[in-house]
């Protein structure tokens, strides 16, 4: 990606991060009044997104995206009431990153296990079980198709969860040394658009699955761009 395009993502990204401060700004104002602190929607923040991934687990990917939908504006809110309170502080900082991870590897994780999970449930079915031991082939081979491809997405949903992470500490390791890194166009936002929204198609279509092996692919692609950043900026001695 050549350096015009890469600005013009980001400008892009730039003007819907603005759009969305600007809706979210009189709900700002509403928790101001009340004095409601930012720690608290931070938290709140978390507690409605590991919901959100929770219900996911079970199957129910509509209502699940819905609900860390709303969990995850609240990561905006955060950040604006802060502002709006004059009380950025290093340790909101801190606690909004920390609390990210907390939720990505709640949807990452409750994905996987509902994947996971359907292989089991086939197990349990005694027609499943029979057809499994006297069916026709051809069933049999439908049926563990189908209980093989639920675990490689699940596999798929935990190495798109482990990119992710990656993603993550490439920044903030190079930051802890000294030198700031925002290289990389795949970051949380992102992810969680792409994420959020192919659950919405329910658990039943064939976009999760997509959608989770380009979330891998994208999320160690940007990983390693931050590591070719970082290889550039510090040759220095430690």
Not at 126 to 143: A, Y
């Amino acid at each position: 990606m050549n350096a015009e395009a890469a600005s013009g993502i980001e400008r892009v990204k730039d003007g819907a991060r603005r759009a969305v401060r600007g809706a979210l700004d009189p709900v700002v104002g509403l928790l101001d009044r009340l004095g409601v602190k930012p720690d608290h929607v931070t938290w709140f923040g978390l507690v409605v997104t590991v919901a959100g991934g929770v219900v996911m687990g079970f199957g129910h990917f509509r209502i699940g995206a819905l609900v860390a939908t709303a969990g995850s504006l609240m990561d905006t809110l955060d950040g604006g009431l802060a502002r709006a309170q004059n009380g950025v502080t290093r340790w909101g900082a801190f606690l909004d990153s920390s609390t990210d991870r907390i939720a990505d590897a709640a949807l990452f994780l409750g994905i996987a296990a509902f994947y996971a999970r359907v292989p089991l449930v086939m197990m349990t079915s005694e027609d499943v079980t029979l057809v499994l031991q006297l069916g026709p082939p051809e069933l049999r081979e439908q049926f563990l198709t189908q209980a093989m491809g639920c675990l490689f997405n699940a596999g798929v949903a935990v190495t798109a969860l482990a990119g992710a992470f990656l993603v993550s500490y490439t920044r903030a390791r190079m930051e802890g040394l000294g030198t700031e890194c925002k290289v990389g166009w795949f970051e949380r936002p992102e992810r969680l658009v792409v994420l959020l929204g192919a659950a919405l198609f329910g658990a039943g279509s064939m976009v999760m699955p997509w959608a989770l092996m380009a979330l891998a692919v994208l999320s160690f692609f940007t990983a390693f761009q931050r590591m070719s950043y970082a290889r550039s900026r510090l040759q220095g001695p430690a």
